[in-house]
């Protein structure tokens, strides 16, 4: 099948290069054999123009020509007989290849007279035949590429024709039109609406038309036909001349080329007979056996018994959808023309033309199988085509059976894609795939268009999905690999973590708890959630109405009922997930961690001491150090109701990433959930912990400094309500650099500072990295850290 890219722009309205097209037709699976670009072969060609032209001295058929090109003036010995001044004529210059003489040229001498070129014809360039002359153009600039002047000129010459290859099974790809659907389909453009036209018959069609009732059955469906009177058959016009010279077809005359272009553009072959050729009615019906035609090809072909013919009432005058008589054929005389539609057996139409060894465009067609639905409108499309180029009058239809379309509907089922072809296409990309197919969609319902016979189940809609899709897109994925033993066990990283979490917290003396996700709605209240959203629907008892919107609430009824049983000193922890409403994805992993009473048991030295909020700081600090979090974080207030306002800290990155939240239980809620106190806790929230960079089992190398750090103390009176982490923020963000470490060493309230006043020394550790710090150095970062603190906190420094 071979057709040229602006023959496919009539349907297509795209800006895709020919080499796009060429890609995207392959991967559709409508195979590229080749593609002949003309404009390729005649890049190195110039216009020129002869100024000068003169008898050669020595030859009486040569002339030899002052020719002005791009390079200036050049002179060449021309044997053609239109050579003369003032022409412009094609430039071949040496060292340029002519295809159409197989010669690359060179500086010559010709009877004695040097020639810098040469004159190119048509077959020389390989543009026609033409040969009786150089060319002339009637227009041009001197150095105008050849092929620019052609685009603009005369662009059938440098249209690229690409050729491909048809599976049996896509017929509808047979026209140029099918093949612009499938492109567009693909995304490489869209489709043009075809133009259907109407003619109105202006008398009664004085040929019938009959089919035998042995032949209306694995023969012919349907026969349709016009008469046209008055034609005036004559040369086609010069575009259906070039476009079917582009794809091998000789141009015959303006009847049998509309006949031809509709075969190759809508995959729709028609007959004309010359009307005042034929005597009486035209029957379809199966030869007896012994008949012979001389067909269009000039062959006497003889009939088997049962072959599918159209007779008129002197005997056959046409192979039925093969090819036709050559006593009946249009010639230039003809002045009157039946023109014939139908739809054949395609099995009947492969025996016959297999038998008689007859292969012609239209046997390929029809036997692979033409759209039935268009049968009707080809005629009107046809004649309209035909009264254009010819003139005429056409007469009313005249149609013997009818068509039998075969509609068929099939299942869309998108999850058919994966299993079949192992692609993951979206539900609404399939059905936008098959609607830009033809198919029609009608739920998931798929109405196979009445151009595709070839689709005939659900795995048909698959394979069309895929294809257009691209099946270079389908990843190869190895099948699972038979192991001894049990396979090493393979985990996520957050999975990772909630191991090295809990290992970590046992590490610590934390004794680990598995509780409910379920919990009272009081409870559940006091850690922010026990509303309707969390609630169950089904309860297994009102105290377990409620999903738990944090760990904490079951560590604290545990701990509530080991205290009932004499049990006051207790590490628990837990690690699961907290819900923060029923949807999915409104949950998150955390882990908690409790610790009441006091460290250790009573004992004569005094070693036992209650818990603390720095307990809890520095177990969470130890839990995120081993799942990864970074070492720098900052401690900010803010915490949920449920800790105590002044005796909390959460543990950050920024204002908004928190890894985790420490510091003393709020009073209320430990009255409220049976809790005799000390008690403190930590939440972390391992899924807010950055991933590494790069993934690995190795650690991270140890980093040593070889300079000496220098540590720095400072005091600053304060106003007595600002907080140490205000003065240590700022402290530590002067310098990120150098400054390593922050820490508040002392605090003094009264004496000389007046009411309202207190003093706060920290301690500041500098470590250079690249160089030993000098005083002047040291100084200048000394500066930014009291301008700093100043100007975060009010306060100055302490004499």
């Known amino acids: 099948m ?47 123009k002869v100024v000068h032209a003169e008898q050669h001295p020595d030859a009486d058929r040569l002339r030899v020509c002052k020719v002005m090109t791009d390079e200036g003036e050049k002179q060449i010995v021309c044997g053609a007989p239109n050579a003369r001044e003032g022409i412009t004529v094609v430039l071949a210059k040496p060292g340029d290849y002519v295809p159409g003489i197989d010669v690359t040229l060179s500086v010559g001498n010709i009877r004695g007279v040097e020639s810098h070129g040469m004159m190119a014809s048509e077959r020389e360039l390989e543009l026609s035949d033409e040969h009786t002359g150089i060319i002339e153009l009637p227009s041009g600039e001197v150095g105008q590429k050849f092929t620019d002047w052609l685009a603009a000129n005369d662009p059938a010459k440098v249209d690229p024709v690409i050729e491909i290859a ?74 259906l001349q070039d476009r079917l010279r582009a794809i091998g077809l000789r141009p015959i005359s303006a009847l049998v080329d509309v006949t031809n272009f509709f075969t190759f553009d809508r995959n729709r072959p028609l007959h004309v007979f010359d009307a005042g050729k034929v005597q009486g009615d035209l029957r379809i019906h199966r030869a007896k056996g012994g008949e012979t035609l001389v067909g269009l090809d000039e062959r006497t072909y003889t009939f088997s018994d049962g072959q599918v013919v159209i007779s008129d009432d002197k005997g056959i005058e046409s192979i039925a959808g093969i090819m036709g008589g050559l006593d009946t054929g249009c010639t230039l005389d003809t002045t009157d023309v039946f023109l014939e539609a139908a739809v054949w057996d395609r099995i009947q139409i492969a025996h016959t033309g297999r038998a008689l060894k007859i292969n012609s465009d239209a046997r390929y067609r029809n036997e692979r199988g033409i759209d039935p639905a268009y049968n009707m409108q080809a005629m009107e499309d046809a004649a309209q085509m035909i009264l254009d180029l010819c003139g005429g009058e056409a007469s009313e239809i005249v149609v013997a ?3 039998q379309t075969n509609p068929r509907a099939y299942k869309l089922n998108p999850a058919r894609v994966v299993s079949l072809v192992g692609m993951d296409i979206p539900e609404s990309t399939q059905r936008q795939t098959l609607t830009a197919l033809g198919f029609r969609m009608e739920g998931d319902m798929a109405h196979v268009p009445s151009w595709r016979h070839d689709v005939l189940g659900e795995a048909d809609l698959v394979e069309e999905v895929a294809r257009i899709a691209s099946l270079t897109k389908l990843q190869g994925k190895p099948l699972p690999r038979m192991t001894r033993g049990v396979p090493q066990p393979i985990l996520s990283p957050i999975q990772k973590r909630e191991q090295m979490a809990r290992r970590t917290a046992a590490a610590l ?76 994805g409104e949950q998150q992993l955390r882990i908690s961690g409790l610790l ?30 081993a799942i990864g979090a970074p070492a720098k974080v900052q401690i900010l207030r803010g915490g949920e109701g449920w800790w105590h306002p002044g005796r909390h800290g959460r543990i950050c990155l920024g204002p908004k990433k928190v890894l985790g939240v420490f510091g003393e239980l709020h009073p209320k809620v430990l009255a409220e959930m049976d809790v005799k106190g000390p008690a403190v806790a930590f939440t972390l929230y391992p899924t807010e912990v950055p991933l590494p960079r790069k993934s690995g089992a190795t650690r991270a190398a140890l980093k040593l400094n070889d ?74 970062v000394a500066a930014k850290i009291v301008e700093k603190v100043t100007k975060a906190t009010g306060g100055t420094l302490r004499g």
């Open 2 to 48: 071979k057709f040229t890219l602006s023959w496919l722009k009539e349907h297509l309205d795209t800006t895709a290069s020919v080499d796009e097209i060429a890609e995207a037709l392959t991967d559709l699976g409508l195979e590229v054999e080749g593609v002949e670009n003309p404009a390729a072969k005649l890049q190195a060609f110039t216009l020129a």
């Open 166 to 239: 048809i599976t049996p099974n896509r017929q509808d790809a047979l026209g140029v039109h099918g093949i612009a659907r499938d492109l567009a389909a693909r995304g490489l453009g869209k489709l043009k609406p075809m133009k259907e036209h109407k003619v109105e018959g202006a008398f009664p069609c004085p040929i019938g038309l009959s089919i035998d009732e042995d032949t209306r059955e694995n023969g012919c469906e349907v026969f349709a036909g016009r008469l046209i009177r008055g034609v005036k058959n004559g040369p086609s016009p010069k575009w």
């Open 401 to 403: 059976g009818e068509v």
């Open 509 to 584: 003396g934390y004794n680990e708890c598995v509780t409910y996700s379920f919990i009272d709605s009081a409870s559940a209240a006091l850690f922010g959630g026990g509303d309707d959203a969390s609630m169950l629907a089904n309860p297994i008892s009102s105290e377990m109405s409620h999903m738990r919107p944090d760990l904490l609430p079951g560590l604290l009824q545990a701990a509530a009922r080991n205290q009932a049983r004499g049990f006051m000193d207790l590490a628990l922890f837990e690690c699961g997930h907290a819900f923060q409403g029923g949807e999915p």
């Open 596 to 625: 009441v009473g006091r460290t250790g048991p009573k004992d004569v030295h005094g070693a036992a001491r209650a818990v603390d909020v720095f307990d809890a700081k520095a177990d969470a600090e130890a839990v995120l150090a």
């Open 707 to 780: 300079l000496q750090a220098v540590e720095r103390d400072f005091a600053f009176v304060v106003d007595a309500d600002v907080e140490a982490l205000t003065l240590v923020n700022a402290a530590q963000g002067a310098d990120k650099t150098l400054i390593d470490d922050v820490r508040v060493f002392d605090e003094f309230i009264g004496g000389s500072l007046g009411e309202g006043k207190k003093s706060l020394a920290i301690t500041v550790r500098l470590q250079p990295t690249d160089k030993t710090l000098k005083e002047k150095d040291i100084e200048a």
